[in-house]
Nanobody
Framework: QVRLVESGGDLVQPGGSLRLSCAAS????????MGWYRQAPGKQREWLST?????????NYADSVKDRFTISRDNAKNMVYLQMNSLKPENTAVYYC????????????????WGQGTQVTVSS
């Protein structure tokens, strides 16, 4: 019923930039928040940033990406973006989008949905 699809992952040199996109589609009644996570090989999934839509936009960032990454959204398209600047080799990971939302089938039930991820590789 709900699908999240990330795009924009690529191979980039250290110091470079990338912009990730995530599109949510399906029977979406209301989105409460959308966010980005990443998982490097052999490591746990790490939270990066969240934009909370309900009650007006508010953004939060992990300390590790604050001042380098920027989250934004396009409500009309149910999309969220992650602008990543000054990328480092240690930022190499699969980047995942998630959304906390309610569907038309269950308008009072907020659930978390995940995308399949997009690979970001930072290497010279």
């Amino acid at each position: 019923q709900v699908r999240l699809v990330e795009s924009g992952g690529d191979l980039v040199q250290p110091g470079g930039s990338l912009r990730l996109s995530c599109a949510a589609s399906g029977s979406i009644f209301r989105i409460n928040s959308m966010g980005w996570y990443r998982q490097a090989p052999g490591k746990q999934r790490e939270w990066l940033s969240t934009i909370t839509i309900t009650g007006g936009d508010s953004t939060n960032y992990a300390d590790s990406v604050k001042d380098r990454f920027t989250i934004s959204r396009d409500n009309a398209k149910n999309m969220v973006y992650l602008q990543m600047n000054s990328l480092k080799p240690e930022n190499t990971a699969v980047y995942y989008c998630n959304a906390v939302l309610a569907t038309y089938q269950a308008i009072r039930n907020m659930r978390t949905y995940w995308g399949q991820g997009t690979q970001v590789t930072v290497s010279s």
